[in-house]
């Protein structure tokens, strides 16, 4: 009996067709960046866990609304000086709690994919119609703030039911970033339409790097680096999607965003690189490898 998920088959990197970026390109590098509210009277992510607790919890809720006020306006900056594109994983409860943030994103034509309602309610546990629910109120919310319905999708701390990849399906999403199992899109099994697994990293990510994982800022600077080098030189012979994913209230701190702009001038310093969003991926892929 096999054991592996359901959602997508397994295929080896070495034995699928070569793909082919728009001009030959060995790497596409695709930052995505996590726009999340968090309510006053839940849990969340926690600097200092033993007050997270608490209700309120004045210090972790604080550390993370530097994110809406101050984190993401640095990293606006950052990306602008580098002329750098965002994929934008985007709590519907942002477009009400922090519109400015959703115009100033929108200004800069950031690419946005839903991610549910907010980053305090997790997918798993929830009946079929409930989840339903969600998805349809996120992708209206959204469309109705950007002006465009999003195509892509993250789940709330990446939780999933075993009906998710249908349910997103179903409703026009087309890409689908919860499993961090590759290096390029892969087509997904799903009973109506069509959807694509796209990147995304839990390496490359600010948020364990830091919180599980007690990376310093100079630490995460050298993951995106190091990871870029190995990527780049395999992409020669075989393409290869680099996703890293950031929190305004983490890498948007002045100490660490400094390291995070040497990592953008690195990869920047390298021809053959293909800096874009995942919607332009999942454009790209459909029209020239996705199997019919």
């Known amino acids: 009996m096999q054991t592996q998920t359901k959602h997508y088959n397994f295929t080896p990197i070495v034995d699928r067709p070569v793909v082919s970026f728009p001009n030959k390109e060995r790497i596409a590098v695709v ?3 996590n726009l999340e509210h968090f309510p006053e009277d839940r849990p969340g992510p926690a600097i200092v866990p033993h007050t997270a607790h608490f209700m309120p919890d004045a210090l972790n809720y604080g550390w993370r ?4 006020r101050v984190g993401i306006w640095r990293l606006m900056e950052t990306l602008d000086k580098h002329g750098l594109p965002a994929s934008v994983c985007l709590n519907s409860d942002v477009c009400r709690e922090y519109p400015r943030v959703v115009e100033e994103g929108s200004k ?7 991610h549910g309602r907010n980053n305090s309610e997790i997918v ?3 009946s079929l119609d409930e989840e339903a629910a969600l998805i349809e109120e996120t992708i209206a919310v959204i469309a109705a703030a950007t002006a465009e319905k999003p195509k892509g999708w993250l789940s709330p701390f990446l939780t999933e039911t075993h009906a998710t990849p249908d349910l997103l399906a179903e409703r026009g999403i087309e890409y689908l970033c919860d499993y961090s199992c590759d290096d390029l899109p892969f087509q997904m099994n799903v009973k109506k339409g069509s959807l694509l697994g796209m990147p995304y990293s839990v390496e490359c990510n600010d948020l364990p790097s830091v919180l599980t994982f007690g990376a310093s800022a100079e630490d995460f600077g050298r993951t995106i680096r190091d990871q870029f080098d190995v990527l780049y030189e395999e992409g020669e012979r075989i393409p290869r999607v680099l996703p890293i ?5 983490i890498t948007g701190q002045a100490f660490r965003t400094k390291h995070l702009a040497a990592a953008f001038a690195y990869i920047s310093s390298h021809n ?3 800096v874009t969003t ?3 991926i999942n454009k790209w892929y459909r029209q020239h490898h996705l199997r019919s």
Request: net charge negative; glycine share 14%; proline share 4%.
């Open 31 to 33: 930052i995505y960046i």
């Open 65 to 68: 609304d530097y994110g809406q």
């Open 108 to 114: 800069r034509r950031w690419d946005f994919m839903g």
């Open 124 to 126: 798993n546990g929830l």
């Open 245 to 249: 994913a950031l929190h305004p209230f």
């Open 272 to 274: 053959d690189v293909w």
């Open 278 to 280: 995942s919607g332009e």
